[in-house]
């Protein structure tokens, strides 16, 4: 009996014209799903209650769209009360920023503070760089040690406290007033929102001398604790 010849199978191909077209959606994708995270941000809030006679309503699309610095966490937050998860918020009236977070115990300021460029304005643009580098002596530890800071020295750099602290008082009222504005329902949330805005603008006006006065401190107190030599160095490298 004669044996059938067995054909080889030919190998699967793809049409030129189908690899191009997968090729570019397989890119188009790509491209929309960088657009989306960019535009939606690090963090999108659920909601943003703002002062100036603007109503609360929840956070829209066009909301979200801040800068790309403030997106990466760069930058000052919005003006108003920003809600960051279910935790915590973050509140901007003018200059002055508060943030706060809720856990058992209820609603607790984790940072009372200004904008960049207000803390900038208070000194000149050499103690600027002054500030900014004992921030980094203290953050990063292999700067120290090229600089040969001793724990004397760095003892020294975290006592110079620049940051505004509420008093007891003070964090209780702007706390209580918080839990109101999370609690509040759609008919009340606006006005409870902003005495929110209104307590923390108060206290920034309240302390902001004081706050000036600390960071101007802090800025000639530094070339005491440093050498002359180490500022150079850190500031060559």
Known sequence: MAQMAVQPQRPLSMPVWLAVLLIILASGGGAYLLYHFLSAGKSTPDAVVVGQGRPYQPRTRADANTSFASRLGFGAPAEGITRRGTTSVTIRKGNTIARAYVDKSGWTISSFDYVFEVRQSWVTPDQWQLHRLAQRVVSESSLAQRLNV????????????????????????????IAAWDKANTQTKEAAGLKVLEAV???????????????IQRVKQIPTILTASQISQAKGG
């Open 150 to 177: 001793t724990p004397e020295q760095m003892q020294s750099l975290k006592s110079l406290n620049y940051e505004t602290s509420l008093g007891a008082a003070e964090q209780k009222n702007i706390c209580s007033l």
């Open 201 to 215: 603008g108060a206290a920034g006006n309240q302390h902001l001398s004081a706050a000036k006065d600390a960071m």
